[in-house]
């Protein structure tokens, strides 16, 4: 048994950036001279802005999954955290930080695309609401994690209310190692109700 647990098990590479992924859909938008062509256009982007926003609510949710597990699979021996990127940060870099960044803008995204997609198509939408919670848990979990920037063992992790209330019962390790197996973060989304 090793001494160390992984900061990411390999979900990290499944995931797109999605800010740089919508500026560059809105910029492409943007590039439209008619709102006939606009709206043309966002109809065919309205389901790659789906797809990908669910890539990152299901990469959100594969974070929380594997933070409670190992740090519940931990507790009494807490592990050295192995790869975490942000314990590299120089003091000026950490101090410059903002890991908010990503999941402030999905949060905000949300609400604009519910009125963007009325204003294109005519028609309403909504995001899931489990896709909402999800964020809302990942937001309250880099929070106060503080960015992970001085996460180096498993008792280190601070889990989400909901999530430190819970006791799953599902083999956490099996689900994210198919998910990275089969390269499909949206597998994850099968388990979502666990966390809700």
Same mark, same amino acid.
């Given at each position: 048994?090793?001494?160390?647990?992984?900061?990411?098990?390999?979900?990290?590479?499944?995931?797109?950036?999605?800010?740089?992924?919508?500026?560059?859909?809105?910029?492409?938008?943007?590039?439209?001279?008619?709102?006939?062509?606009?709206?043309?256009?966002?109809?065919?982007?309205?389901?790659?802005?789906?797809?990908?926003?669910?890539?990152?609510?299901?990469?959100?949710?594969?974070?929380?999954?594997?933070?409670?597990?190992?740090?519940?699979?931990?507790?009494?021996?807490?592990?050295?955290?192995?790869?975490?990127?942000?314990?590299?940060?120089?003091?000026?870099?950490?101090?410059?930080?903002?890991?908010?960044?990503?999941?402030?803008?999905?949060?905000?995204?949300?609400?604009?695309?519910?009125?963007?997609?009325?204003?294109?198509?005519?028609?309403?939408?909504?995001?899931?609401?489990?896709?909402?919670?999800?964020?809302?848990?990942?937001?309250?979990?880099?929070?106060?994690?503080?960015?992970? %920037?001085?996460?180096? !063992?498993?008792?280190?992790?601070? &889990?989400?209310? /909901? *999530? $430190?209330?819970? =006791? +799953?019962?599902?083999?956490?390790?099996? %689900?994210?190692?198919? !998910?990275?197996?089969?390269?499909? &973060?949206?597998? /994850? *989304? $099968?388990?979502? =109700? +666990?966390?809700?």
């Amino acid at each position: 048994m090793s001494d160390k647990v992984k900061f990411d098990p390999g979900i990290g590479n499944l995931v797109i950036d999605f800010n740089n992924f919508i500026n560059d859909v809105y910029s492409q938008l943007m590039s439209f001279r008619t709102i006939h062509q606009k709206r043309a256009r966002f109809k065919l982007y309205s389901n790659k802005i789906i797809t990908n926003m669910k890539n990152n609510i299901a990469f959100y949710l594969g974070c929380l999954l594997w933070a409670y597990h190992i740090k519940n699979v931990n507790t009494d021996s807490p592990k050295e955290i192995e790869g975490n990127i942000f314990l590299n940060l120089t003091e000026e870099e950490k101090n410059n930080y903002d890991y908010m960044i990503q999941v402030n803008f999905m949060e905000n995204y949300f609400d604009s695309y519910e009125r963007d997609f009325l204003y294109y198509t005519g028609q309403e939408t909504k995001i899931p609401e489990e896709w909402k919670i999800v964020l809302a848990l990942y937001i309250e979990f880099l929070e106060k994690n503080k960015g992970f %920037i001085n996460t180096k !063992t498993t008792d280190d992790i601070i &889990l989400p209310d /909901l *999530l $430190n209330n819970k =006791n +799953i019962s599902q083999d956490i390790n099996t %689900i994210i190692q198919e !998910t990275i197996e089969k390269k499909d &973060l949206n597998l /994850l *989304l $099968n388990v979502v =109700n +666990i966390v809700l």
